[in-house]
């Protein structure tokens, strides 16, 4: 989901789980659920046992939730409390601040996860996840909420200055150092018998992008076989010898590897390079915004937490499973 997944900081993405985990469950696994305690008291207004249940399960199914032994499960958990609480609080706020979210805003940031399935196809995928399309979408009302609070106090007051860049760039030269690339167009056969019938082919003149589109089993064949540019160390040995010797216009040889038999053919090639101040700058720029988030973050969450009043049941989280 396009605006739902382009959330304004890693600290919103983090809250993703959290929100699923503020909704009511009524999953009943323990007799734990039957008493009326709460696992924290944010201002005033509870954090359920059956909200931290349904939080730590969702974790777990997530994956990030295996525990080695007992002591992980505990840090897990008071971890997760942590940040239910962060998200309670940045809530709190606003309300008091009196941040509303567009209902347009919802809906687009839901609307390409319903391109992507048939009719009926988003409530059946979310139905497999325990979810109704309803708590999908107060759930993901609710994360841009947040977002929207943390751009208007944190995010939209954050600035880098020439002189920034400046110093960054001088004290990291190495990061802007860009190694040899090649692009280069590749037709993915299943024998080597038509690996080689193809390259006579091409030999004899016909377009190779042509041949790709028609002929190649690989992902990137409606591409013509554009493979895009990669420099050396992300393809397979053999694969990347061959494209790094390869001269334009001229067709490599059949290469073997586990995905079948691969001809190449160049279509540019750019040499290693050190990029400038100004090449970098916007590449910089977004880093330093990234970093400046993070602590403007962490910092408008310490002064909630600083004005807030937080009481935890430690004691009952450790007897949650």
Request: glycine share 4%.
């Amino acid at each position: 989901m396009s605006q739902g997944r382009k959330l304004l900081s890693v600290f919103a993405l983090f809250l993703s789980i959290v929100a699923a985990g503020a909704s009511s469950c009524d999953n009943d696994k323990s007799n734990l659920n039957s008493e009326p305690r709460a696992v924290s008291v944010v201002n005033g207004e509870p954090i359920s046992i059956e909200q931290f249940q349904k939080a730590l399960d969702d974790l777990k199914d997530e994956g990030k939730g295996f525990l080695a032994n007992a002591e992980q499960e505990r840090k897990l958990k008071r971890e997760l409390l942590e940040r239910m609480i962060d998200d309670r609080l940045l809530a709190q706020e606003a309300h008091e601040k009196n941040i509303s979210l567009d209902p347009r805003l919802l809906d687009a940031a839901i609307q390409p996860l319903f391109d992507e399935y048939p009719a009926g196809g988003v409530e059946e995928e979310l139905l497999k996840q325990g979810k109704s399309l309803e708590q999908y979408k107060r759930e993901t009302a609710h994360l841009l909420l947040l977002q929207k609070l943390l751009k208007r106090e944190v995010t939209d007051r954050i600035a880098v200055s020439k002189e920034e860049v400046s110093k960054y760039f001088d004290e990291h030269r190495s990061e802007f150092l860009e190694p040899e690339q090649v692009r280069v167009r590749q037709i993915v056969s299943k024998s080597e018998e038509k690996a080689e019938a193809l390259r006579k082919r091409i030999l004899r003149g016909e377009s190779f992008e042509d041949l790709a589109r028609e002929y190649s089993l690989g992902p990137e064949a409606s591409r013509g076989g554009d493979l895009g540019y990669f420099s050396k160390g992300l393809m397979p040995p053999a694969i990347e010898e061959a494209c790094f010797k390869l001269r334009s216009p001229h067709v490599s040889k059949v290469v073997a590897s586990p995905y079948g038999f691969h001809l190449f053919m160049l279509v540019d090639r750019k040499p290693a390079r050190e990029l400038s101040l100004q090449q970098a700058t916007a590449k910089i720029t977004r880093r330093l915004v990234m970093e400046k988030t993070k602590e403007a973050e962490a910092f408008f969450l310490r002064t909630l937490r600083e004005g807030a009043s937080i009481e935890r049941d430690l004691e009952l989280v450790d007897r949650i499973h």
